[in-house]
């Protein structure tokens, strides 16, 4: 069974659960989101393999997770993408909140979610257990898709997309 950690609104652990009782009982867990972008500014999305327990199908961010018990946010974020992308390039955390929304399945997404952002021109390589499709898009296409198609993507994508945008436009 796979363990996530369960944390206060404040980030520290008060404890570890199995992570889909975390999410059928919509306990306040530590996640960790991924997100990459080209040399041209253009942001790295996948298609969640069709076997995910949920949101599956579904476009998101370039890949999530959750730390495993011991294991640090950087540490997840490298290895997620790894996992599910096949490539490697250097991260950053760009900021982190708080959110929770009713998922299909029964499920809830109650997550402290830790973001980190990359660049990178390498294509990925991607694990068709995790992830069934992948595209690069600009930034103004992906929210015109979104307006248009709003159910093609994750709850949590569509939630962060504009955050993520405003804080690498300031870094700029």
Not at 46 to 53: D, E, G, P
Request: charged letters at 25%; aromatic letters at 12%.
């Amino acid at each position: 069974m796979e363990k996530v950690i369960l944390v206060d609104e404040n980030d520290n652990t008060t404890g570890y659960a199995d992570k889909m009782e975390a999410h059928r009982k919509a306990l306040l867990h530590r996640a960790i989101s991924v997100f990459i972008f080209n040399s041209k500014g253009e942001w790295l999305l996948q298609r969640r393999a069709t076997s995910k327990y949920h949101s599956n199908g579904l476009w998101t961010n370039t890949c999530c997770t959750h730390p495993h018990p011991g294991e640090t946010n950087i540490v997840a974020a490298y290895r997620r993408l790894k996992e599910e992308m096949r490539m490697e390039c250097n991260l950053t955390e760009i900021f982190s909140f708080v959110y929770s929304e009713k998922l299909d399945n029964e499920l809830t997404e109650y997550e402290f979610d830790h973001v980190f952002a990359g660049i990178t021109d390498q294509l990925p390589s991607i694990n068709p257990d995790e992830v069934m499709d992948w595209k690069y898009i600009s930034y103004d296409d992906l929210q015109e898709d979104i307006k248009k198609n709003p159910q093609n993507y994750t709850v949590w994508f569509r939630q962060i997309i504009d955050r993520v945008n405003s804080v690498l436009l300031s870094s700029l």
